[in-house]
């Protein structure tokens, strides 16, 4: 299994970004997959999780109508589009299937004026 996560960056509050997970290694298509998050010192939070068909998607109550999960099984890719960012945002993110142990290497996001 292999994860790479993209798209982070620094945004001021209010701003807009959309990370990226390519994967490869398993049935994309298969599974569902999530996003977590992790701030230095505190354990990761699931932030957004979406089946396997993009049907059905579910979101922490701190993101719950910023963040929108989505999911393009051709390409093996699953995005997260995060708008109205907020200083507590900031974190590192990570996009993982919910069966398995791997973890790809994060990507940061910076929410700051």
């Known amino acids: 299994v292999q994860l790479v996560e993209s798209g982070g960056g620094l945004v001021q509050p209010g701003g807009s970004l959309r990370l990226s997970c390519a994967t490869s290694?398993?049935?994309?298509?298969?599974?569902?997959m999530s996003w977590y998050r992790q701030v230095p010192g505190k354990e990761r939070e699931l932030v957004a999780t979406?089946?396997?068909?993009?049907?059905?998607?579910s979101y922490a109550d701190s993101v719950k109508g910023r963040f929108t999960i989505s999911r393009d099984n051709a390409k093996n890719t699953v995005y997260l589009q995060m708008n109205s960012l907020k200083p507590e945002d900031t974190a590192v993110y990570y996009c993982?299937?919910?069966?398995?142990?791997?973890w790809g290497q994060g990507t940061q996001v910076t929410v700051s004026s």
């Open positions: 290694g398993f049935a994309f298509n298969r599974y569902p």
């Open positions: 979406i089946g396997n068909t993009g049907s059905f998607a």
């Open positions: 993982k299937m919910p069966i398995s142990d791997d």
